[in-house]
């Protein structure tokens, strides 16, 4: 059975939400926020006010199992760790349906057809050698996937948003589940 509606959540100060809920006709249609913060805190009666219209209803949450990233601090390790929980406690408490996934599962599947690209020699690794530009790679498919899809927020923007990008993925992989 399909999903009325598939939530992508990029978790992070810089994430994003993206909800694809489906029309009259069948189709689905997608709606892309910034995460919910004030200041570097995330407000979480925003978070809640976001989901809350998907309340125990036929849908699905899905967002990044966190795991170990090399070199980034305790702080920004503590601080991803308390978003996504949050995220799950407000899953939990709509009794909307979620899952946690790793992201190397959504990109192989989302990565399909893209060409590896590579970060350059002044970006390189904490290895020294280089290393695999998810970032790159995830714009490419993103724009592959919906070409018309506008990756921005607000009417100035002209750079992509990496968290709408990752959180578009991440929906648009929950709806091929």
């Known amino acids: ?3 009325r509606f598939v939530i992508g959540i990029d978790i992070g100060k810089a ?13 689905y249609i997608g709606q892309g926020y910034k995460m919910p913060m004030i200041k570097t805190e995330l407000d979480y009666l925003a978070l809640y006010q976001l989901l809350e219209p998907y309340e125990a209803s036929n849908g699905l949450v899905v967002f990044e199992r966190l795991g170990v990233i090399f070199g980034s601090s305790k702080q920004v390790a503590w601080s991803m760790g308390h978003q996504s929980g949050a995220v799950e406690m407000a899953c939990v408490a709509l009794s909307i349906p979620f899952m946690k996934i790793p992201a190397k599962e959504w ?35 993103c724009k592959r996937l919906f070409p018309k899809l506008k990756l921005t927020f607000g009417n100035r923007a002209e750079k992509p948003h990496d968290g709408l990008i990752d959180a578009v993925l991440i929906s648009e992989y929950a709806k091929r589940l």
């Not at 939400?17 to 189709?27: F, L, R, S």
Request: net charge positive.
């Open 1 to 3: 059975m399909k999903h």
């Open 15 to 27: 994430g994003s939400v993206y909800i694809q809920e489906k029309d009259k006709e069948g189709n």
């Open 107 to 141: 990109q192989k599947a989302m990565f399909v057809g893209v060409d590896e690209i590579t970060k350059t020699a002044n970006n390189l690794s904490k290895t020294g050698k280089p290393s695999r530009d998810t970032k790159a790679m995830a714009l490419v498919a």
